[in-house]
């Protein structure tokens, strides 16, 4: 079954969010990568004011590239996730409720996802001309100056993505591997960690 | 003696830059579909009629396969008998970056510093040029965007003479396995084995930046390269790490020799956007 959510996103919509589940996001949603979330967090920590409100938002973690003429955005996959790890307690304790990336979070911050009632999608990694057909407006809101890093808000409309953590713990890769693997290893996958 | 002209290189890297970022390969695409055929995994097929269908769009469109265009690789090789004339080579092959990467609409990736002052440098240069004289009359340029989801996930071993075989592929399993989703699997993985700490790494390079699918001449390693593929794809990780059976598309290995106490091992990963391009004159 296909779900449709619109941020911003309330506890009930949550609440129904099951790892695997298939869904379709319209609305406006917000990008930021590395750059930006230094920034954000560096703000937090100083008691400065966000230039966004995060509270009930979805953050995607996309530096896409620039627009040919005529179109809105240009290719707009998704970055890996992990590299945002570090920054994910400031930003989840500022409201936020959900992000876009690709790969595996650290367990840290799965339990995060828990602690603070947040999910977190993946979008297919690699394939950023498809993807970029979802994105109806792209526009500025902060940090011009990072280039392909600043922050935009972006009108998506049934964009899709996959739970790959929700806020009842438990974790997309791990059970997708274990179905699959056929070979016996002489050593213990470790994730790899950020926090 | 062969002349090339700097003019003649500038633009080469500049039409390389936008084709590796537009056009797949057919022998990738050829790899996609096979791996479409042989995929069991239901969200595993969807993943790969994705790809497809992304590598369509955006050869119909002139966009590019990826949002992450890359830090430029730009593998030279020079025939001895070659002449180079019109101004400086490598200055020449940023020239090409920076007119590619603008006017392909490409994303400009790249840090003038990596640690103080991370400040971009607005055009994707510098690239990351190796240059290698060879016999003959020659000049070849390999062209390589390599996107840094599957390059953070690379790692490197000094491992010694006793792991042999099985340390490597204990390490390039490893090596797999913990990078997971991150790197956008299926995967082409190139390995590195022998020389010291600095060509090792260098080796894993040019091992992805061979032909897709070309084997080792050693028939030992080319065999190793086929062993290694079947295994990877055992590891259960498969399409976006989200569990199935095709994780890798190709393994290729690059050797060279090394020190009696000494057995180097590098595993560079890429994605399966895997862009590569080749000028030659
Ligand atoms: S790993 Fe490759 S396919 Fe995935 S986002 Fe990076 S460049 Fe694109």
């Known amino acids: ?195 | 003696m062969k002349i090339v002209r700097v003019e003649e290189v500038e633009e080469a890297v500049r039409r390389l830059s936008m084709e590796v970022n537009y056009y797949i390969r057919d022998e990738l695409k050829d790899a996609y579909k096979k791996a479409l055929e042989r995929e069991v995994s239901e969200t595993g097929r969807e993943i790969l009629s994705q790809i497809i269908e992304n590598v369509e769009l955006a050869a119909k469109e002139q966009l590019p396969i990826c949002q992450d265009t890359g830090v430029s690789i730009v593998y030279v090789e020079i025939g001895q008998d070659v002449k180079i004339e019109g101004g400086n080579l490598y200055d020449a092959i940023n020239r090409g970056v920076s007119k590619g990467y603008k006017e392909g609409y490409l994303r400009k990736s790249v840090v003038k510093d990596p640690l103080f002052n991370r400040v971009n440098t607005g055009d994707n240069t510098p690239a990351m040029i190796h240059v290698e004289v060879v016999p003959g009359d020659i000049f070849k340029i390999t062209f390589m965007a390599k996107g840094t989801g599957a390059e953070n996930m690379s790692r490197l071993a000094m491992l010694t003479p006793a792991a042999g075989v099985k340390g490597i592929r204990d390490f390039v399993l490893k090596t797999v396995a913990e990078a997971g989703p991150n790197p956008c699997p299926p995967v082409v993985v190139g390995i590195g084995i022998g020389g010291t700490f600095d060509t090792v790494g260098w080796l894993a390079k040019k091992a992805l930046m061979r032909k897709f699918g070309s084997r080792h001449p050693d028939p030992n390693y080319a065999k190793l390269e086929l062993e290694l593929l079947d295994e990877i794809n055992k590891l259960g990780v498969g399409p976006q790490g989200l569990g199935g059976r095709i994780t890798a598309l190709d393994v290729r290995i690059e050797t060279a020799p090394c020190h009696i106490g000494a057995l180097p091992v590098a595993v560079n990963l890429d994605c399966h956007a895997h862009r590569v391009g080749v000028w030659e004159k």
């Open chain 1, 1 to 195: 079954m296909i779900k449709r959510i619109t941020p911003p996103l309330d506890d009930k919509v949550l609440e129904d969010l099951r790892i695997g589940d298939k869904v379709l996001i319209t609305g406006k949603i917000y990008s930021a990568r590395d750059a930006a979330h230094k920034r954000f967090v560096e703000t937090i920590n100083k008691g400065g004011q966000l230039p966004i409100d995060l509270r009930g938002q979805i953050i995607y973690y996309v530096g896409p590239t620039p627009p040919k003429p005529g179109y809105v955005i240009g290719s707009a996959g998704p970055t890996t996730s992990i590299r945002m790890d570090s920054y994910m307690e400031p930003m989840l304790k500022a409201g936020l409720k959900a992000t876009i990336g690709k790969g595996y979070r650290s367990w840290g911050v799965v339990d995060l996802f828990k602690k603070y009632r947040a999910v977190y999608f993946i979008a297919t990694g690699g394939v950023g001309a498809l993807i970029s057909k979802k994105i109806k407006n792209a526009k500025i809101v902060a940090y011009e100056d990072l280039g392909p890093e600043a922050v935009m808000e972006l009108e998506v409309q049934d964009f899709p993505v996959i739970v790959a953590n929700d806020i009842h713990g438990g974790d997309i890769f791990e059970e997708g591997v274990k179905k699959y693997q056929e070979i016996t290893l002489p050593f213990k996958i470790e994730r790899i960690s950020e926090v």
